[in-house]
Protein backbone atom coordinates (compact mmCIF):
# COMPACT_ATOMS: atom_id res chain seq x y z
CA UNK A 1 0.00 0.00 0.00
CA UNK A 2 2.66 2.66 0.76
CA UNK A 3 4.50 1.49 -2.21
CA UNK A 4 1.52 2.39 -4.23
CA UNK A 5 1.06 5.78 -2.59
CA UNK A 6 4.72 7.12 -4.12
CA UNK A 7 3.32 6.06 -7.51
CA UNK A 8 1.98 9.69 -7.97
CA UNK A 9 4.91 11.43 -6.64
CA UNK A 10 7.56 9.28 -8.36
CA UNK A 11 5.69 9.62 -12.00
CA UNK A 12 5.66 13.90 -11.72
CA UNK A 13 9.14 13.83 -10.52
CA UNK A 14 9.78 11.56 -13.65
CA UNK A 15 7.96 13.75 -16.14
CA UNK A 16 9.03 17.00 -14.61
CA UNK A 17 12.33 16.26 -15.07
CA UNK A 18 12.30 14.55 -18.08
CA UNK A 19 13.58 17.59 -20.49
CA UNK A 20 16.04 18.60 -18.35
CA UNK A 21 17.56 15.51 -17.61
CA UNK A 22 17.74 15.25 -21.86
CA UNK A 23 14.58 14.75 -24.41
CA UNK A 24 16.01 17.74 -25.97
CA UNK A 25 17.67 18.61 -29.32
CA UNK A 26 21.02 19.40 -29.73
CA UNK A 27 21.99 22.78 -30.55
CA UNK A 28 20.21 24.05 -34.32
CA UNK A 29 22.74 24.69 -36.77
CA UNK A 30 22.09 27.94 -38.77
CA UNK A 31 19.58 26.24 -40.98
CA UNK A 32 17.08 24.99 -38.55
CA UNK A 33 14.41 26.41 -36.95
CA UNK A 34 14.29 26.34 -33.21
CA UNK A 35 10.96 24.99 -31.56
CA UNK A 36 9.41 25.47 -28.26
CA UNK A 37 6.81 23.29 -27.19
CA UNK A 38 4.56 23.49 -24.04
CA UNK A 39 4.41 19.68 -22.88
CA UNK A 40 1.48 18.51 -20.20
CA UNK A 41 2.29 14.95 -19.26
CA UNK A 42 -0.70 13.05 -17.54
CA UNK A 43 -0.06 10.29 -14.96
CA UNK A 44 -2.20 7.44 -13.92
CA UNK A 45 -2.69 8.94 -10.67
CA UNK A 46 -2.64 12.62 -9.08
CA UNK A 47 -2.48 15.55 -11.24
CA UNK A 48 -0.71 16.66 -14.63
CA UNK A 49 2.09 18.16 -14.85
CA UNK A 50 3.49 20.86 -17.24
CA UNK A 51 7.14 21.54 -18.71
CA UNK A 52 9.14 22.91 -22.11
CA UNK A 53 10.42 20.84 -24.63
CA UNK A 54 13.01 22.32 -27.18
CA UNK A 55 13.47 21.17 -30.41
CA UNK A 56 14.25 22.25 -34.02
CA UNK A 57 13.49 21.48 -37.94
CA UNK A 58 15.21 21.97 -40.64
CA UNK A 59 12.83 22.98 -43.59
CA UNK A 60 13.53 22.85 -47.20
CA UNK A 61 11.03 24.95 -49.78
CA UNK A 62 11.46 27.31 -52.71
CA UNK A 63 10.99 31.04 -52.33
CA UNK A 64 8.97 31.46 -55.11
CA UNK A 65 6.83 29.66 -57.22
CA UNK A 66 3.88 30.50 -60.01
CA UNK A 67 0.26 30.26 -59.62
CA UNK A 68 -1.13 27.03 -60.17
CA UNK A 69 2.73 25.05 -60.00
CA UNK A 70 3.43 22.07 -58.46
CA UNK A 71 5.92 22.25 -55.50
CA UNK A 72 7.42 20.42 -52.58
CA UNK A 73 8.11 21.12 -49.01
CA UNK A 74 10.29 19.37 -46.20
CA UNK A 75 10.37 19.25 -43.12
CA UNK A 76 13.64 17.44 -41.39
CA UNK A 77 13.06 17.13 -37.53
CA UNK A 78 16.54 17.30 -35.45
CA UNK A 79 17.55 14.70 -33.41
CA UNK A 80 16.59 13.67 -29.48
CA UNK A 81 18.10 11.92 -26.69
CA UNK A 82 16.02 9.95 -24.42
CA UNK A 83 17.61 9.91 -20.99
CA UNK A 84 18.01 6.56 -19.04
CA UNK A 85 17.04 8.16 -15.68
CA UNK A 86 15.61 11.18 -14.12
CA UNK A 87 16.17 11.98 -10.90
CA UNK A 88 17.57 8.46 -9.78
CA UNK A 89 14.09 6.72 -11.72
CA UNK A 90 14.83 4.40 -14.33
CA UNK A 91 13.17 5.32 -18.03
CA UNK A 92 12.26 2.77 -19.98
CA UNK A 93 11.37 4.22 -23.35
CA UNK A 94 9.06 6.37 -25.14
CA UNK A 95 6.80 4.89 -27.78
CA UNK A 96 3.69 5.81 -29.80
CA UNK A 97 5.03 9.41 -30.99
CA UNK A 98 2.42 11.64 -33.41
CA UNK A 99 3.61 14.44 -34.77
CA UNK A 100 1.05 16.59 -36.89
CA UNK A 101 1.82 18.90 -39.78
CA UNK A 102 -1.33 21.08 -40.52
CA UNK A 103 -1.96 21.23 -44.57
CA UNK A 104 -0.66 25.19 -45.31
CA UNK A 105 -3.19 27.47 -46.40
CA UNK A 106 -3.29 28.85 -49.71
CA UNK A 107 -1.80 25.53 -51.33
CA UNK A 108 -3.91 22.04 -52.33
CA UNK A 109 -1.94 19.07 -50.84
CA UNK A 110 -1.16 16.41 -53.80
CA UNK A 111 0.77 14.02 -52.09
CA UNK A 112 2.61 13.45 -48.97
CA UNK A 113 5.72 10.97 -47.50
CA UNK A 114 8.21 10.19 -45.10
CA UNK A 115 12.28 9.80 -45.30
CA UNK A 116 14.86 8.40 -43.20
CA UNK A 117 14.50 8.66 -39.19
CA UNK A 118 15.18 5.73 -37.09
CA UNK A 119 13.27 2.68 -37.15
CA UNK A 120 11.71 3.94 -40.37
CA UNK A 121 9.75 0.74 -40.80
CA UNK A 122 7.75 1.78 -38.04
CA UNK A 123 6.95 4.78 -39.49
CA UNK A 124 3.53 6.02 -41.66
CA UNK A 125 2.28 8.80 -42.78
CA UNK A 126 -1.25 9.66 -43.22
CA UNK A 127 -3.99 12.68 -43.41
CA UNK A 128 -6.68 13.42 -41.09
CA UNK A 129 -8.79 16.27 -42.14
CA UNK A 130 -6.87 19.44 -42.80
CA UNK A 131 -3.12 17.94 -41.23
CA UNK A 132 -0.57 15.27 -41.79
CA UNK A 133 0.16 13.19 -39.04
CA UNK A 134 3.36 11.80 -38.73
CA UNK A 135 3.20 8.16 -36.36
CA UNK A 136 6.40 6.27 -35.23
CA UNK A 137 4.91 3.04 -33.79
CA UNK A 138 8.18 1.85 -32.57
CA UNK A 139 9.22 1.73 -28.88
CA UNK A 140 12.58 4.00 -28.21
CA UNK A 141 14.63 2.95 -25.67
CA UNK A 142 16.05 5.09 -22.93
CA UNK A 143 19.95 6.10 -23.90
CA UNK A 144 18.89 6.61 -27.32
CA UNK A 145 19.69 9.22 -29.69
CA UNK A 146 16.32 9.13 -32.11
CA UNK A 147 15.57 11.02 -35.22
CA UNK A 148 12.16 11.57 -36.84
CA UNK A 149 11.16 10.89 -39.85
CA UNK A 150 11.27 13.73 -42.91
CA UNK A 151 8.05 14.76 -44.02
CA UNK A 152 7.66 15.73 -47.55
CA UNK A 153 4.46 17.66 -48.48
CA UNK A 154 3.58 17.75 -52.59
CA UNK A 155 1.41 21.02 -53.33
CA UNK A 156 -0.17 23.01 -55.50
CA UNK A 157 0.27 26.58 -55.26
CA UNK A 158 -2.64 28.69 -54.91
CA UNK A 159 -3.88 32.68 -56.17
CA UNK A 160 -0.85 34.81 -56.94
CA UNK A 161 0.38 37.28 -54.39
CA UNK A 162 -0.71 35.07 -51.65
CA UNK A 163 1.95 32.84 -49.40
CA UNK A 164 2.21 29.14 -47.98
CA UNK A 165 3.70 28.88 -44.39
CA UNK A 166 4.44 25.52 -42.96
CA UNK A 167 4.25 25.13 -39.23
CA UNK A 168 3.66 21.65 -36.94
CA UNK A 169 0.55 21.85 -35.67
CA UNK A 170 -0.94 21.99 -31.83
CA UNK A 171 -3.05 25.19 -30.05
CA UNK A 172 -3.60 23.71 -26.56
CA UNK A 173 -2.91 20.29 -24.79
CA UNK A 174 -6.30 19.21 -25.73
CA UNK A 175 -5.70 19.68 -28.80
CA UNK A 176 -1.96 18.87 -29.10
CA UNK A 177 0.76 18.95 -32.36
CA UNK A 178 3.05 16.71 -30.44
CA UNK A 179 1.93 13.15 -28.27
CA UNK A 180 4.36 10.02 -26.90
CA UNK A 181 4.29 7.81 -24.23
CA UNK A 182 6.89 7.63 -21.46
CA UNK A 183 6.98 3.99 -19.90
CA UNK A 184 8.63 3.96 -16.17
CA UNK A 185 9.18 0.60 -14.38
CA UNK A 186 8.78 0.76 -10.38
CA UNK A 187 8.92 -2.34 -8.77
CA UNK A 188 6.47 -4.87 -9.78
CA UNK A 189 4.57 -1.67 -11.36
CA UNK A 190 5.08 -0.23 -14.61
CA UNK A 191 3.71 3.60 -15.40
CA UNK A 192 2.57 4.79 -18.49
CA UNK A 193 2.66 8.69 -18.75
CA UNK A 194 0.76 10.16 -21.87
CA UNK A 195 2.37 13.31 -22.60
CA UNK A 196 0.97 15.96 -25.16
CA UNK A 197 2.62 18.97 -26.04
CA UNK A 198 1.98 22.47 -29.16
CA UNK A 199 4.09 24.89 -29.75
CA UNK A 200 4.07 27.76 -27.22
CA UNK A 201 4.46 30.19 -30.30
CA UNK A 202 3.43 29.85 -33.94
CA UNK A 203 6.84 29.49 -35.65
CA UNK A 204 7.08 29.43 -39.27
CA UNK A 205 9.00 26.75 -40.47
CA UNK A 206 8.84 27.83 -44.02
CA UNK A 207 8.03 30.21 -46.72
CA UNK A 208 6.79 30.64 -50.67
CA UNK A 209 5.85 33.35 -52.11
CA UNK A 210 3.66 32.50 -54.89
CA UNK A 211 3.93 34.97 -57.99
Known sequence: M???SVLPRVALVLIGGLVTAGLVAPPASAADTPVDLACQATPPIGSAQTF?????VNATAPDSVAAGS?????LAPDPLTVPT?????????ISGIRLTVPVPANATLVGESITGGTNPG?????VSGSDVIVTV?????????????ALTLDLTAGAAGSTVQ???GGTSYASPGLTF????????????VPTACFPSSQQILSSTNIS
Open 2 to 4: RFT
Open 52 to 56: DLHAG
Open 70 to 74: RFSVT
Open 85 to 93: SVSGYTLKS
Open 122 to 126: SASVA
Open 137 to 149: NSSIAGGSTFTLP
Open 166 to 168: TAL
Open 181 to 192: TATVPLGFFTVQ
